[in-house]
T-cell receptor, first 110, second 111 residues
Framework: KNEVEQSPQNLTAQEGEFITINCSYS?????LHWLQQHPGGGIVSLFM???GKKKHGRLIATINIQEKHSSLHITASHPRDSAVYIC????????????FGAGTRLTVKP | ETGVTQSPTHLIKTRGQQVTLRCSSQ?????VSWYQQALGQGPQFIFQ???????GRGNFPPRFSGLQFPNYSSELNVNALELDDSALYLC??????????FGPGTRLTVL
């Protein structure tokens, strides 16, 4: 069993819909990361969080340390949000031991 | 401020050959991490370099090795290439405690 599990694996939504991607992990962590990967491979770091909630534009990330669970929400989704969203955890404070989920492929249709 | 760059973009090698991939860190970042991402999977941590020293290693064999230079740029070397080494190789730089900034990746194909 993977140490980082994401759901769903694939998600198709209509433009404007509210989207939630979930991440569960089974190890002790220093921080959790949400990453966005577009076709071609480049990865952008969206959030790094160790408690509570963070918001950036239409994106919201939450984490529940006790339940070892995090969610990424996208409000008012848009076709340009189509990408693979990856959850990753740092086991150490300096990120020298990171574990990644397999990613959630999101497609937003106009 | 320039971002993280990687070269080459794409590379094709044959089994048994050796390859060197390069990464230039974002300005001011002294830490670089390398990851391997097979098709359809999440990245896997290879190793991290901090101030020219290896500072953590994932579950990869010794034929995966690295270097970090005084300007904090880095190389990933893979010897005796195997078919399963075909993947996207990503580097990410950070300033130790901060979030990582990823490069665009090098796609390696081993035939």
């Amino acid at each position: 069993k993977n140490e980082v599990e994401q759901s769903p694996q694939n998600l198709t939504a209509q433009e404007g819909e509210f989207i939630t991607i979930n991440c569960s992990y089974s190890v002790g962590i220093s921080a959790l990361h949400w990453l966005q990967q577009h076709p071609g491979g480049g990865i952008v770091s969206l959030f790094m969080l160790s408690s509570g909630k963070k918001k950036h534009g239409r994106l919201i990330a939450t984490i529940n340390i006790q339940e070892k669970h995090s969610s990424l929400h996208i409000t008012a989704s848009h076709p340009r949000d189509s990408a693979v969203y990856i959850c990753a955890v740092s086991l150490t404070y300096n990120n020298n031991d990171m574990r990644f989920g397999a990613g959630t492929r999101l497609t937003v249709k106009p | 401020e320039t971002g993280v760059t990687q070269s080459p973009t794409h590379l094709i090698k044959t089994r048994g050959q050796q390859v060197t991939l390069r990464c230039s860190s974002q300005s001011g970042h002294n830490t670089v991490s390398w990851y391997q991402q097979a098709l359809g999977q999440g990245p896997q941590f290879i190793f991290q370099y901090y101030r020219e020293e290896e500072n953590g290693r994932g579950n990869f064999p010794p034929r995966f090795s690295g270097l970090q230079f005084p300007n904090y740029s880095s190389e990933l070397n893979v010897n005796a290439l195997e078919l399963d080494d075909s993947a996207l190789y990503l580097c990410a730089s950070s300033s130790t405690l901060n979030e990582q900034f990823f490069g665009p990746g090098t796609r390696l194909t081993v035939l």
